[in-house]
């Protein structure tokens, strides 16, 4: 499938989607870290006028430090009232040929769910990703 592009003269241009992986399970517990030594962040956001998105629900799933996915790497992160979020968790391990990653599934009402990844930056123990949403 490809994304059709779209130019947004005013507002915010579309969080790029990527690919869900065979990882995911519905229901994560609600914290904001699954470990400690990186540091993942940005806000929730509408294309239309980049107005933050209050009540967001943030799934994220990554592969533990020995790259196995268990329900210990899950989590929902909610974003705070100006749309900003942020998550913890361990630095993501390369795996089978893939680069470091962190899973990303993002819905609100009235908007399309979007799944995305985040990939971390080498050398770096923090990271922004902004989550734009497109509304339905």
Not at 56 to 74: F, H, K
Request: hydrophobic share 35%.
């Amino acid at each position: 499938m490809v994304a059709q592009q779209k130019k947004y003269s005013i507002g915010c241009a579309p969080t790029p989607p990527d690919a869900m992986g065979p990882f995911y399970k519905p229901k994560a517990p609600l914290r904001n870290g699954v470990g400690k030594g990186y540091e993942l962040r940005g806000v929730v956001m509408s294309t239309i006028n980049c107005a933050p998105i209050q009540q967001a629900r943030i799934e994220l799933w990554m592969a533990g430090p020995d790259g196995e996915y268990t329900d210990d790497y899950r989590a929902t992160v909610i974003p705070n009232q100006s749309g900003e979020y942020y998550f913890e968790c361990h630095l993501p391990p390369a795996y089978f040929n893939r680069p470091p990653h962190i899973h990303m599934r993002v819905s609100a009402s009235g908007f399309k769910t979007l799944v995305t990844q985040h990939y971390p930056e080498a050398g770096l123990k923090t990271g922004t990703l902004d989550l734009v949403l497109i509304p339905e």
